[in-house]
């Protein structure tokens, strides 16, 4: 039998400064310690962020590169 999945939320930006860091997922900011579905945002680096589920397993995710032309 095979799991039912929510589905994946994307990270598709993040701020990273001296005062704040917050990700952006799935269209939503959340900081350092707030909820991504049934993870916990761990840690905020400058182009990834590490979640942690609840056995304890973290994953990091890579923000995507993209530009903007003109």
Do not use: C, W, Y
């Amino acid at each position: 039998m095979q799991e039912a999945h929510a589905p994946e939320r994307k990270l598709t930006g993040i701020i990273f400064g001296k005062s704040a860091r917050i990700a952006i997922i799935g269209g939503e900011m959340v900081m350092e310690g707030g909820m991504v579905g049934d993870r916990k945002l761990m840690t905020i680096r400058e182009r990834s962020i590490v979640l942690m589920n609840s056995n304890g397993s973290t994953e990091e995710i890579f923000l995507e590169n993209f530009s903007v032309r003109r």
